[in-house]
């Protein structure tokens, strides 16, 4: 994502009128708040005064969310044509997936933290609304955008980057935030229903992701990275790989409200069989972009909104890891999931710092970037 030039702050006028150059890509921002929020709910270690901080943060995911709805929103009607040239962009379009993840994330965080502050029955119905949006959002998503990369968007051979991610790994958030409603739900077809359509969620996302890791890996191996401030977006492979983790824990110890024993009782062994060995890629994942970032932090990597993506995709690792804690009641898995957070914090604070400073300058509120595409490179073997 292109930078602005910092060397000048807009004026007053000029700040309003490059807010309609909000894109998609500004979503991130409330996936990266509300995951923090949700992160410290879940955690497996008790923290004095973590109950409340996150219940503040979810107030800020859900003032950002507004916030973000009405900008949006209102470039689109005020600015069709303009707004349509995002889906047109091989590399924003890709972005239009963190809305429905956006809407999720804080409809999740409405039952796990929201409740103390509004009330547990419109924190369910407010959940409902938003996860009911996003499902709907992501499926399209899902669909709509492999549509215009197979048909539309130019693709080099080494384009695959994090962001071919974000239009697929919406329905993975419908199943692990799915799952979350269904004790509120009665018992029956309706139940099982939704236990079944969320796992089928998780199939669909899961595969999907599995193949564009792959690319993105095949890319790495035959071009190296783009050397740019596209290099955060690595980070987004643990997206799928946290939120799966995070929904199979969540819908196997949720799968005896909706169906016999025998097979909830396989689907809760599921959680930890497909769940620990897709934790330990991640972990390796975290040291191979971990590597990568820094490698490209020390030769001077420019901040862009990018840089979201070190938050959300880190907190489903946190998610996932306490899932994993509360199945296996490993001790390991408990301090995992609490230096996961650790890191989880200090990016959040350090990226939202940066962006509100961003913005205040105008350096972020500039067109997206350029629809040509980004080369990849190695360095020379001496």
Known sequence: MAVANPDRTPSPQTRVEVLGNIGPNWFASVMGTGIVAIAGATLPVHVVGLRAFAQVV??????????????????????????????????????????????????GGAVLVGRDLIGGRIAVDLDWVLWTAGTLGGLFTAVSIPFLMFTQHNVEPDAAFGGWLMPVVPPMVTAATGALLLPHMSAGTARATMLYGCYAMFGLSLLASLNIIAMIWARLTLYGTSGSARVPTLWIVLGPLGQSITAAGLLGASAGLAVDPELAEDLNAFAVLYGVPVWGFAVLWIALATALTVRTLRRGMPFALTWW?????????????????????????????????????????LVAARTARGSLRGNLLRLPPSAAPVKASKEPVT
Request: charged fraction near 5%; proline fraction near 5%; aromatic fraction near 10%.
């Open 309 to 349: 993506s070190l938050t959300f995709p880190v907190g489903t690792f946190v998610t996932g890891t306490s899932q994993l804690a509360g199945h296996t009641h490993l001790p390991a898995f408990r301090v995992a999931a609490a230096i996961a957070y650790a890191g989880l914090l200090f990016t959040w604070l």
């Open 58 to 107: 979810w107030v800020i995911a859900a003032v950002l969310l507004v916030a973000l709805i009405l900008l949006v929103g209102g470039h689109w009607l005020r600015h069709p044509t303009v707004a349509r040239t995002h889906a047109r962009n091989p590399q924003m379009a890709h972005f239009y997936g963190a809305a429905p993840m956006a809407l999720m994330t804080v409809g």
